[in-house]
T-cell receptor, first 111, second 113 residues
């Protein structure tokens, strides 16, 4: 089973700051998803990227899939308290139906 | 709201007992996945069903079993419960077995005392 490492594990910033979360693996993934999870709730799908070098934007969130499809990043511009949560990356492998999840980045945005 | 429903929301039981967790996938989704989330292990894949048939197994203990019924709802059965089984259990669904996108339910929090 391939592993996904996320960094940083914890991030506490002030409202209005920018931040980047990283998701890295030594292996290639067919797809990469980002989820956000709030306490006591299930992960909510934010985006799926499938092409190496692909960039997707969702309002203030920018997602990038590495050229070699081994890594991904999530950049948040002008963070808001509503962005607070656990951000999880998840990789899909060709021929394997289950997702491999990273350990998560816990983000706290202070007002 | 993802459209995936899970019951119960919370479950407290004693060691050695057996419990059943229930999941209804999104309308039209044929594939159901079960995951376990604990503080030290993160989200771990347990098992997948597609249209009633088991399709993939992950790190699922022999004390755990699951099934998917003709109406596509799924149940996860946990038996001979141990303290270490305390965790959040999530169900996710997708329209096809090979779909990369999965939609998660709100989870069942299991506490074994």
């Amino acid at each position: 089973t391939q592993l996904l490492e996320q960094s940083p594990q914890f991030l506490s910033i002030q409202e209005g700051e920018n931040l980047t979360v990283y998701c890295n693996s030594s292996s290639v993934f067919s797809s990469l998803q980002w989820y956000r999870q709030e306490p006591g709730e299930g992960p909510v799908l934010l985006v799926t990227v499938v092409t190496g070098g692909e960039v997707k934007k969702l309002k203030r969130l920018t997602f990038q899939f590495g050229d070699a499809r081994k890594d991904s990043s999530l950049h948040i511009t002008a963070a808001q308290p509503g962005d607070t949560g656990l951000y999880l990356c998840a990789g899909g492998e060709a021929g394997r139906r289950a997702l491999t999840f990273g350990s998560g980045t816990r983000l706290q945005v202070q007002p | 709201d993802s459209g995936v429903t899970q019951t119960p929301k919370h479950l407290i039981t004693a060691t050695g007992q057996r419990v059943t967790l229930r999941c209804s996938p999104r309308s039209g989704d044929l594939s159901v996945y079960w995951y376990q989330q604990s503080l030290d292990q993160g989200l771990q894949f347990l098992i997948q069903y597609y249209n009633g048939e088991e399709r993939a197994k992950g790190n699922i203990l022999e004390r755990f079993s699951a099934q998917q019924f003709p109406d596509l709802h799924s149940e996860l059965n946990l038996s001979s419960l141990e303290l270490g089984d305390s965790a959040l259990y999530f169900c996710a669904s997708s329209p096809r077995p090979s779909s990369y996108e999965q939609y998660f339910g709100p989870g069942t929090r299991l506490t074994v005392t």
